[in-house]
C-alpha cells in the first residue's frame, strides 16, 4: 500500500500530478460539454478543499479555526471565512464574476427582450451584422469583442443547439437546452458512482483501512471484433453478479426491516466496460 502524506509533503509526488492529470481529462470534456469553464470549476474546488479540511483534517480536542484550513488548503482566509459562513448554502456559481462566455451568450438570447420575438421566445437572428440590423454576431460583440461570432456558431452547430439554415439565419434550439430526466438521473448516478469508487481507491491508497474491492482488467493489441466480443461477455457476466448481489442485498434489507436490527451501513458495487483505439490514448496515461 502507498501511504501519502497530503498534508505534510513539500510538493505531490509526480506519479501522482501524472495519475491526476490523466483522470481529471474526461472530467474536464464533460464540463466543457455543458459550458462549465475554469473559474467556476475553481470556484467549486474551493469550497469542496475547505468542507474536506474541516470534516476530515481537524486536530484532536482542537477547534478547526480559518487560519489552520487556509494552511492546509491553500485557499485563502478570506474565502475560507465566507465559504465556512455559508457552508449550508448551494454553491450559486452563477452569481461568480467569471461566468463562461457560452452562458452569457445564452442567457442574454434568452433573456434580453431586444433578442425575443413577440411571443417571448429567442428571436432568429441573421449571422451577419447588416446595417444596424439585429445580429447573431452583433449579439456576441455584446459579450465579448475577443471572441468571433464565428467561434461560437461552428461550437452551437457541432452540439445541435442552434441550426443556420438557408438564408443564413441562426435558429436557436431550444429543446436542447432542456434537460431531461433521464439526464437528470444519469448526472446523479455518475456523482455516486465515481465518488464511491474513487474513495475506495483513495482509501487503498492510503492504507487506513481493510483494502476495498478494486480489480480490472486491461488489455493492448485486440481487434474491434475482439473488443465487441469481450464487451457482450462482460455486459453478461457483470448483469449476472449485479442481479446476484441485489438479490441477496434485498433480502437482507427486508430481514432487518422486520428483525428491527442496527442496520447503518450502505454499500455501493458495480462494474464498467471501456474500449477506445490506442492512438486516441493521450501521453499522460499514468500506466
Known amino acids: 500500500m502507498l ?3 497530503m498534508s505534510t509533503s513539500a510538493s505531490p509526488p509526480s506519479k501522482l500530478l501524472q495519475a491526476l492529470r490523466y483522470l481529471l481529462e474526461p472530467l474536464v470534456r464533460l464540463l466543457l460539454d455543458h459550458g462549465m469553464a ?18 476530515d483534517f481537524a486536530l484532536p480536542g482542537k477547534t478547526q ?5 487556509s494552511v492546509l488548503t491553500g485557499v485563502h482566509r478570506k474565502d475560507v471565512k465566507r465559504l465556512r459562513e455559508t457552508a449550508d448554502a448551494p454553491l450559486d456559481l452563477e452569481r461568480t464574476s467569471h461566468v463562461s462566455l457560452q452562458a452569457q451568450l445564452l442567457a442574454k438570447w434568452l433573456g434580453d427582450p431586444q433578442f425575443q420575438d413577440e411571443h417571448g421566445r429567442p428571436r432568429p437572428l441573421p449571422r451577419l451584422a447588416h446595417q ?15 471572441v468571433r461570432a464565428r467561434v461560437f456558431l461552428d461550437e ?7 441550426r443556420l439554415d438557408e438564408h443564413d439565419i441562426v435558429h436557436l434550439n431550444v429543446a436542447a437546452l432542456l434537460q431531461s430526466p433521464a439526464l437528470e438521473e444519469k448526472m446523479d448516478f455518475f456523482g455516486r458512482n465515481i465518488h464511491d469508487h474513487l474513495s475506495a481507491v ?15 482488467v486491461f488489455y493492448h493489441g485486440l481487434t ?14 457483470s448483469m449476472d453478479a449485479l442481479l446476484e448481489i441485489n438479490r441477496i442485498a434485498r433480502g437482507m434489507v427486508e430481514q ?3 428483525a428491527s436490527a442496527d442496520a447503518t451501513q450502505r454499500m455501493h458495487f458495480g462494474a464498467y466496460f471501456y474500449h477506445a483505439a490506442e492512438t486516441q490514448e493521450t501521453t499522460t496515461d499514468p500506466s
Open 3 to 5: 501511504n501519502i502524506p
Open 132 to 146: 444596424g440590423a439585429l445580429s447573431f454576431e452583433q449579439m456576441v460583440n455584446d459579450i465579448s469583442k475577443d
Open 256 to 258: 432487518n426491516q422486520s
Open 224 to 237: 474491434e471484433e475482439q473488443v465487441q466480443q469481450l464487451k457482450q461477455r462482460a455486459e453478461q457476466l
Open 156 to 162: 452551437w452547430r457541432r452540439t445541435d443547439l442552434v
Open 38 to 55: 475554469f473559474p467556476a470549476l475553481a470556484e467549486l474546488l474551493k469550497r469542496v478543499y475547505v468542507d474536506v479540511a474541516e470534516r
Open 202 to 216: 483513495v482509501s487503498n491508497l492510503e492504507g487506513q483501512a481493510a483494502p476495498y474491492m478494486d480489480r480490472c
Open 65 to 69: 479555526t480559518d487560519s489552520r484550513i
